[in-house]
């Protein structure tokens, strides 16, 4: 009998998941936001910066409740420079959103490849809001 080979099917790591979303997250924001959350100018190079860390928790990356666009300075040199002010800062501005992390931050997010592919739809549909971990009634300022 002749050796045959079985079609595998190719799983992605999370490593290119990450590479692939990041991008769509960022064209996501940018069509929906047009200045910086923290000073307001308008900006057409918003960056995508996480109130929690992404690294750390995993299961809130691409949720929308955790992502706000802030041109370059205020990104590097208002939000990581100073942690402590961004965290009070964060805590004034959006209650509703502090809220929801503080409560979505301990929920474990299983990431397979069906979460990647979910992730993606949402992306690509500009529906991001299906990426929420909870269902809290939030402020205007999403």
Known sequence: MPYMKTKKTKKHGHTYWHRKLDKL???WMRDKYTECAMCHKPSQFLQVSH???KG???GLRYDPINILPMDGGCHEYRWHSNPIESHEWFKQH???RYTYLQEAKNIFIKRD???YLKVK???EEKKPRDLMILNLPLDNKE
């Open 51 to 53: 109130i929690l860390p």
């Open 113 to 115: 490849e069906q979460y």
């Open 121 to 123: 739809r949402a992306l």
């Open 94 to 96: 959006y209650p509703e």
């Open 25 to 27: 997250l960022g064209e």
């Open 56 to 58: 750390r928790y995993q």
